[in-house]
């Protein structure tokens, strides 16, 4: 069965720093995958996604994400962390018809 | 573009009503929608999914007869949680794929119900 680890529960950064999210997933054949962003009380917004091709993806407000086969790996990295990207990000993988498997988060506190 | 519009964002309603949320693909064509729950500091959980024009597909463990669901058009799912109950209170969450290929789209998301039932 599929499966989505995002390692850290919290990370906390300065702003200005530079900002690496974990993600590992499970899944026998090539993956979909995705980064979502949650801010409180509302909705998913699409960050990036992978599907074939160019490992490295960019996405809006500056993030990128690396997908490594090999670690079954697919972080998301932004070099300078503004107080806006203070949300929760979600990694997801697309596999298997029509479902999303999503981690079970990790919450980003910008410290100023 | 791909906004997808959920309505209402809160709702808090006595026990034993029924509520119905609505979600639409505002600016695209949605054949497949999703309905999801989450529970505070938790991830999502999918509910169901919701295909136009026919019927949805549910998640073990999830009550068909309890959270309706309607996809009457390529741009309108509806989710009827029926007599609702304080432990159906929670944040629901919809979203839309464009297309009609499984998995590699993306999906876009709503902003959620707040629904709190008393």
């Known amino acids: 069965a599929q499966s989505v680890t995002q390692p850290d529960i919290h990370i906390t950064v300065s702003e200005g720093a530079s900002l690496e999210l974990r993600c590992n997933y499970s899944?026998?054949?090539?993956?979909?995958l995705f980064w979502y962003v949650q801010s409180p009380g509302q909705g998913l917004q699409l960050l990036l996604k992978?599907?074939?091709?160019?490992?490295l993806v960019q996405g809006i407000k500056g993030f990128e994400a690396e997908f490594k086969r090999s670690q079954s790996s697919f972080n998301l990295r932004k070099p300078s962390v503004h107080w806006s990207d203070a949300a929760e990000y979600f990694c997801?993988?697309?596999?298997?018809?029509?479902?999303?498997?999503f981690g079970a988060g990790t919450i980003l506190r910008v410290k100023s | 573009g791909a906004v997808v519009s959920q309505h209402p964002s809160w709702v808090i309603c006595k026990s034993g009503t029924s509520v119905k949320i609505e979600c639409r693909s505002l600016?695209?064509?949605?054949?497949?929608m999703f309905w999801y729950r989450q529970f505070p500091k938790q991830s999502l959980m999918l509910m169901a999914t919701?295909?136009?024009?026919?019927?949805?597909?549910?998640e073990q463990g999830v009550e068909k007869d309890k959270f309706l669901i309607n996809h009457a058009s390529l741009t309108l799912s509806t989710l009827t949680v029926t007599s609702a109950h304080p432990e159906d209170s929670s944040f629901y969450i919809c979203?839309?794929?464009?297309?009609?290929?499984?998995?590699?789209?993306?999906?876009?998301f709503g902003d959620g119900t707040r629904l709190s039932i008393l």
């Open positions: 979203s839309a794929r464009e297309g009609i290929r499984v998995s590699n789209q993306p999906q876009h």
């Open positions: 899944y026998g054949a090539t993956p979909y």
């Open positions: 992978y599907f074939s091709g160019d490992t």
């Open positions: 997801a993988v697309g596999a298997g018809g029509n479902k999303l498997v």
């Open positions: 600016d695209f064509q949605a054949t497949t």
């Open positions: 919701s295909n136009e024009g026919s019927k949805a597909t549910y």
